[in-house]
């Protein structure tokens, strides 16, 4: 199956107002670039603040990026005008974390629903039949058609949410935390849901997490994000069973009931004591250090002088560290 | 369940709360029992009583709207529903502490960190300010925080470290029970392994008996000795870790546990739980989880089952404990 994404070099810096704030802006994303595979599910995982969303959300448009480009089916989305990208964004959409907030209160269900299809001139009995349609995918039943965002619970809103993001066909869907907010039964609904309806409709999914048990659940590949960019790449199987980049490792032995809780040498930042820590985040503010480099128990000089760049380990698994050997 | 050994026993607990004309019973006969140098982990569904049952102990509940219907919370020996609220006031922070999910919302923002522990030794420990300084400086490095922290407002921290501020508070004036409610949700995957951690040590430093109260089977598992599952108010299975975790006989803990997505299910499909946890108000005489269980039979509807105990203090509130079908 061939690409359908690929971006390059994105990076996404936003700015503050004031002296000087257009010139030390803040990097939340810092030249990714990933390519995602035709009906896979491309995990994306890492902490609050890593630039996970932002990402996101650059690769829809959304935000457009500051530099680096995005190229969905042989589309750059660059070069698109703003008309022309809006009628494209039926080819992608997004489900956002909060089912609670991304739901107009206003609206009935049905509005929230057919909006999409308005915004394309799709005439009013199409628009009728899919919303039955749509609404009967997801799970609920049609008498919600005509209530309102309250009157749901937060696992129906986001069966709403996902039947939103599928009104206008889309060929991609950018799954932005859809269940963080949601208790686990629930999850379990939800997650089966999407699975069902990327066979059935052979869609392709980003998926965004933090919850690394549910990414390797249900992603073919997954990418670890830190500080911006990405450290570690590879097909899931590989990612659990070798992860490479300490952060990763870190990430990985820190999953309560995981796998990795036994056996992997736990690697802790209790590893390095305070003082060893605050030489180094001086040092990575003044230079181009490794980022992980005053948490990183394997850091050394040569960490601390230049930024390691993404190299391959081994087939499409690759790491942003110096302290891995890439010979095979 | 025997209040002599355990530290701290809830017996029968019914809570109620009345809206308008409506009552709604949150807890429907909880019973529960910490012993001392246990951490026993609670864990259910968002509007399952858990919070409840935690404010309820800390006698945190607003009365009205919320209203006792009958039960007993034994800690100590001492019921704690039966003392005044001057009484009260001599457990709470001083023998009963607890930590919050979020800690900023919990610190004040006007006070710095040490300010808000040294109030708490002076007026429970009866103690200067000066050795009241000392020790939360001693408080502080105990939980893995540097003594510059005494001087910083909580804003100037960040999310880990008010969760440690908030368990050094927790633990100042050398409480014998500790409720943990919900402590690392806010917090990421790393911080909440060191939390856990921080957690355990000072469980088997001061044989502290700790209530761990969490929506994730998956982390009560990791720092648990005993758990016990809730379900729309009532307990419906309580065992030590390992049993639970090995053998699960109330087909609601069956399907929580297949329901958690990891690697190793990865291509099969998650068992679900159908429909959703019943609102309080419209739970009827029967067992609670009746209409969303894959075996319920007519019974199920018409009686609450009674607690069966297993070996190895088990004990499961289920007709067909410990039946195995296809999920």
Redesign the interface.
């Known amino acids: 199956m061939g690409n359908l994404i690929e971006t390059k070099d994105i990076t996404k810096i936003y700015r503050s107002r004031g002296l000087g704030g257009s010139k030390h802006g803040f990097k939340a994303v810092d030249c990714v670039s990933l390519t995602i595979r035709k009906q896979s599910i491309f995990g994306l995982v890492g902490?609050?603040g890593c630039g996970k969303t932002t990402f996101g959300r650059a690769l829809m448009y959304l935000d457009p990026p500051t530099s680096g480009s995005v190229v969905f089916d042989d589309v750059s989305l660059g070069s698109l005008k703003p008309k022309e990208l809006r009628r494209f964004r039926n080819r992608m959409q997004i489900v956002f974390q909060d089912p609670n907030s991304s739901l107009d209160p206003k609206m009935s269900i049905y509005d929230s629903l057919s909006e999409g299809m308005v915004n394309l001139k799709i005439p009013r009995e199409q628009r009728d039949r899919k919303v039955n349609n749509l609404i009967n995918l997801v799970g609920i039943s049609k008498t919600y058609l005509h209530r309102f965002p309250h009157e749901l619970?937060g696992?129906q809103k986001q069966r709403i949410g996902i039947a939103r993001a599928l009104s206008v066909d889309p060929d991609f869907l950018v799954l932005d935390e859809p269940t963080s907010n949601l208790?686990?039964?629930?999850?379990?609904?939800i997650?089966?849901l999407l699975?069902d309806l990327k066979n059935e409709f052979g869609l392709t999914y980003l998926f965004i997490s933090?919850d690394?048990?549910?990414v390797?659940?249900?992603c073919d590949e997954i990418a670890v994000m830190f500080k911006g960019r990405i450290v570690e790449k590879a097909k899931?199987e590989q990612l659990?069973s070798k992860p490479s980049h300490p952060y990763t490792q870190?990430?990985l032995?820190?999953?309560?009931?995981?796998?990795q809780?036994i056996g992997v040498s736990c690697l802790?930042?209790?590893d390095l004591d305070?003082k060893t820590i605050k030489e180094r985040q001086e040092h990575e503010k003044s230079r181009s250090a490794c980022l992980y480099y005053s948490q990183c128990p394997m850091g050394d000089a040569e960490c601390s002088l230049s930024a390691p760049s993404l190299r391959e380990l081994s087939g499409g698994h690759v790491v942003s560290c110096h302290k891995i050997r890439t010979g095979k | 369940m025997d209040r002599m050994v355990s530290l701290v026993s809830i017996e029968d607990l019914r809570v109620a709360f009345s809206f308008g004309n409506k009552e709604a019973t949150v807890l429907r006969g909880m019973n529960l029992s910490v012993l001392k140098n246990e951490i026993h982990g609670l864990v259910g569904e968002s509007g399952s009583g858990k919070t409840v049952t935690s404010t309820c102990i800390m006698r945190l509940l607003p009365i009205p709207p919320a209203k006792i219907l009958s039960g007993h919370i034994y800690f100590d020996g001492k019921d704690l529903l039966s003392l005044s609220g001057e009484q009260m006031r001599t457990y709470r922070g001083r023998r009963i502490a607890m930590i919050f999910q979020e800690p900023a919302k919990y610190l004040n923002p006007a006070f710095k960190i040490g300010e808000q522990i040294i109030e708490m030794l002076m007026l429970h420990m009866k103690m200067h300010k000066q050795s009241a300084c000392k020790r939360a400086i001693e408080l502080l490095k105990l939980v893995g925080l540097d003594e510059k922290v005494i001087d910083k407002y909580p804003h100037e921290l960040s999310g880990g470290m008010k969760q440690r501020a908030m368990i050094a508070m927790a633990i100042s004036c050398d409480p014998d029970f500790l409720i943990a409610d919900e402590p690392t949700t806010a917090l990421d995957v790393t911080l909440q392994i060191q939390i856990l951690a921080l957690l355990k040590k000072l469980k088997d430093m001061k044989k502290l008996g700790v209530l761990f109260i969490s929506h994730d089977l998956h982390l009560v598992s990791e720092i648990a000795d005993r758990v016990s599952v809730i379900y729309a108010g009532r307990i419906v299975e309580s065992a030590v870790k390992e049993d639970l975790f090995k053998n699960p006989l109330h087909p609601y803990t069956r399907l929580l546990m297949h329901s958690i997505p990891d690697a190793k299910k990865k291509g099969s499909r998650l068992a679900t739980i159908p429909g959703q946890v019943p609102d309080a108000a419209e739970i009827g005489n029967g067992c609670a989880f009746a209409n969303r269980c894959p075996i319920a039979k007519e019974g199920c509807f018409a009686d609450i089952p009674g607690y069966v105990e297993y070996e190895n203090e088990h004990t499961v509130a289920c007709y067909y404990a410990g039946k195995i079908w296809e999920i």
Do not use: K
């Open positions: 902490e609050s619970s696992g208790d686990v039964s629930i999850q379990a609904q997650i089966n699975l933090h690394l048990n549910l390797s659940y249900m899931t659990i870190r990430l032995s820190s999953i309560p009931g995981g796998p809780r802790n930042i209790e305070e």
